[in-house]
Nanobody
Framework: QVQLVESGGGLVQAGDSLRLSCAAS????????MGWFRQAPGKEREFVAA????????YYADSVKGRFTISRDNAKNTVYLQMSSLKPEDTAVYYC?????????????????WGQGTQVTVSS
């Protein structure tokens, strides 16, 4: 089964950019629908972005549309989340997830494999 490791989180100021990486092992990212989720303190985990299994179709939460970009590098077996124009409300732990289902979902229940998360803090 695939193992996922996120990196790239940190403390930035509002308006800055940050790129998160999700390195996969034990499986090929192109064989999975890949998603990014986030969880802020005291809140439920929420969908951020996803990329379709074996394709380049991408999907975004309304709150990040136009600011975040999900991409996949098959050669590096890595998925990225490029975040720009960051806001304090983007502060959360960001998780990478993989789904072996044939469709791309914004529901965390559809994803079977999860990374450990990386903290993103945006100061105002």
């Amino acid at each position: 089964q695939v193992q996922l490791v996120e990196s790239g989180g940190g403390l930035v100021q509002a308006g800055d950019s940050l790129r998160l990486s999700c390195a996969a092992s034990g499986g090929t990212v192109s064989n999975y629908a890949m998603g990014w989720f986030r969880q802020a303190p005291g809140k439920e985990r929420e969908f951020v972005a996803a990329i379709r299994r074996g394709a380049t179709n991408t999907y975004y939460a309304d709150s990040v549309k136009g600011r975040f970009t999900i991409s996949r590098d098959n050669a590096k077996n890595t998925v990225y989340l490029q975040m720009s124009s960051l806001k304090p409300e983007d502060t959360a732990v960001y998780y990478c997830a993989a789904s072996s289902r044939s469709y791309t979902s914004s529901s965390s229940a559809a994803y079977s494999f999860w990374g450990q998360g990386t903290q993103v803090t945006v100061s105002s």
